[in-house]
């Protein structure tokens, strides 16, 4: 067996290709090990194969949109914020731009440009890539740590797990780390689905699929006449009302689907879901027109049926709303899809007006890890120096990405925090090596 690695980073990930060439870049002989054929799997599927780097904010706006994990992340987003990443990502040639909504993509809207460009940083750092060599063992022995994989045995003063989580199991990420983590004495939080999308067995949702809608308040409630379980984990939806009334309330794009129901807002309050224990008891509760009020929109129904007697009920609904989904609205409102607006009572417009600003779908569950862009669970972070991304419990071992019990809402903010905490961890891993030969 050669001589002992300075540091081991363990999956070539977002968090682990920064992490590996900090160390390197630090002085610390560093070995990147990834058990797929070629490195950044996820990153090459990532925001449809665009890769949304990071978000378009401070630091500050990066630690709020966790919630509360945010204060987790100061000490390594002093490290590397935002700001820095797109520096990062720009300076090997690779041009960004800030898209609506604040998400940073590259120009060329290629994730294989960004993945690239981390790999030259990479390269140009002195840390040694092995691809096609999982790991199938970790151990502590005395001061070293032992890695096994099915090619050989390693030895390393530091190592750092940056294996991801169980999103996008066909990328390779299955949790492998949990695992090792919990032999080494670690808590591992349940891994459950985050930034998945939501299903639903309601029949004129499936008929309106494909359906596109670019502005809508959503939120996940008690289906009617059900009382909220007292079971609901507390993190199951961030933002959520303490009443219990609402799980987890987004605003944004929508999409209809053949299973159900996608887009970022509803990929965002899906936490909400796979943290109860009876996801069909739940309701998705949406306002297709968030930025018009109840009163004003009965208001705006009785004027255009006032002013268009012969026009259908359908065709008398805001233009914002698209034909195939007004359509539908009156359908569910009980309403004759013949009704004229001459014969458009006061209570049909306020059931239509009801409908639309709160429109119930039934929730059955969601399409869980296999469309997950994040996994919300992992290691515990109390047992995690946010600091330095050093593990409390077993010294020389680092965490960083996904592994952690991290997660963020969609717009950038997951990969930050890898880039982040992997940086953190990489140079905090190689700072004992270098202060040691010194």
Known sequence: MNDPWDVIVVGA???????????????????????????????????????????DCDRRGIVEAFGDQGPF?????????????????????????VEEHGKIFPVSNAAADVLAA?????????????TEEPLTGLVREGELFR??????????????????????????????????????????????????????DAAWVVELRGLTLPDVTVRIVPRAGIEIAVELSP????????????????RGGMLFTHFGLSGPALLDVSRAVTGHHKPQELDLACDFLPHVSLAALEEELKQ?????????????????????????LVALSGISPERRGAEFGKAERQRLAASIKECRIPVTGTK?????????????????????MRSKLV??????????DLDGPIGGYNFQAAFSTGWLAGQCAAEPVIWTRK
């Not at 940083?121 to 840390?127: I, K, T, V």
């Not at 993190?235 to 987004?250: M, Q, V």
């Open 304 to 328: 255009s049926a006032a002013a268009s007697g012969k026009k259908i009920v359908a065709h008398l609904m805001p233009p914002a709303l698209p034909a195939r989904l007004a359509e539908a």
């Open 368 to 388: 869980g890890f296999g469309k997950a862009e994040v996994t919300a669970g992992g290691i515990a972070l109390a047992e995690v120096d946010s600091k330095s």
């Open 147 to 200: 890695l096994t994989t099915p090619q050989r045995e390693l030895l390393a003063r530091q190592v750092i797990v940056t294996s991801g989580g169980q999103s996008y199991p066909g990328s390779g990420t299955i949790g492998e780390g949990y695992a090792w983590a919990k032999s080494l004495g670690h808590t591992i939080v349940p891994p459950r689905p985050a930034l998945t999308p939501i299903t639903s």
């Open 73 to 97: 992340l100061h000490s390594a987003l002093a490290a590397l914020g935002p700001r820095e990443v797109v520096a990062l990502i720009e300076a090997e040639g690779v041009a960004t731009k």
């Open 395 to 404: 010294p020389g071992l680092f965490f960083a990405g996904e592994v952690l």
């Open 13 to 55: 990930g977002a968090a682990g290709i920064l992490a590996a060439a900090r160390a390197a870049e630090c002085g610390a002989k560093t070995l990147l090990l990834e058990k797929n054929r070629r490195p950044g799997v996820k990153i090459l599927m990532s925001g449809g194969t665009r890769c949304n780097i990071t978000h």
């Open 235 to 250: 993190r199951a939806g961030r933002g959520a009302k303490r009443d219990g009334t609402i799980l987890a309330e987004r």
């Open 118 to 130: 981390l790999l030259r940083r990479l390269e140009r750092s002195g840390a040694i890539l092995a």
